[in-house]
């Protein structure tokens, strides 16, 4: 199955070898390329894709363009892909409707397994941003108050969470604890209801904020 992706970047030279790397990439095809937000609603309108993958700084701002592009009626998964490490940055755009946010920096590899994950709506932060992420959640009262709702959540479903607090997929934690995959996404729609979660990686914030405290 093709995962088809529209991306947005200022710098030519990034952009290009953006496009590159995920033409190479087995599963992937590029349709268009833009350099601002306007330019990325634009394209994503336009040709429907699976992703969109853009920059923060670009023209027009990409905290903007994931606003407008995650209120379209049948929006892409959204994946931020920045060189910004700041933690409210993170927030904002996964309150915007984000569903990865990645620093650049990363391999071409790690890049396609972040995007892969992205694509299966599992949502990625690249590792190292999670606990900043956290502190810049710490005065958000919904935060608290949804991590109340870990002491509803089964056995089960809280073996799950902590894998996904972990970084791991779907399919990871389904061979892990010998279960299917579709069971896995079944438990998953179970949490994200529990903890009024957005996706799971607001998910894995909260269950990683609450548990960290009782450590």
Do not use: C
């Not at 290009?16 to 990325?40: I, P």
């Amino acid at each position: 199955m093709t995962t088809t992706v529209v991306l947005a970047d200022d710098h030519p030279i990034f952009r290009d070898g953006l496009h590159r790397t995920l033409d190479e990439a087995e599963g992937f095809k590029v349709l268009a390329a833009g350099a601002s937000a306007e330019e990325a609603i634009a394209l994503v309108g336009t040709h429907q894709p699976d992703i969109a993958i853009l920059d923060l700084s670009m023209p027009g701002g990409g905290l903007q363009a994931t606003r407008q592009i995650a209120a379209m009626a049948n929006p892409p998964f959204i994946a931020i892909l920045t060189v910004s490490e700041n933690s409210s940055d993170v927030a904002d755009t996964l309150e915007a409707g984000a569903t990865g946010y990645i620093v650049k920096g990363v391999t071409g590899s790690e890049l396609i397994s972040s995007l892969r994950s992205i694509a299966a709506g599992e949502g990625f932060v690249s590792p190292g941003l999670a606990s900043r992420v956290l502190r810049a959640m710490s005065n958000d009262s919904g935060t608290s108050k949804d991590s109340e709702a870990l002491q509803d959540l089964t056995h089960r479903e809280e073996e799950i969470l902590r894998r996904v607090a972990k970084g791991m997929s779907n399919r990871e934690i389904a061979e892990e604890l010998n279960l299917q995959e579709k069971t896995v996404k079944h438990y998953m729609t179970a949490i994200l209801s529990k903890l009024h979660a957005r996706n799971r990686v607001e998910a894995a914030l909260i269950a990683h904020d609450a548990w960290s405290k009782q450590e």
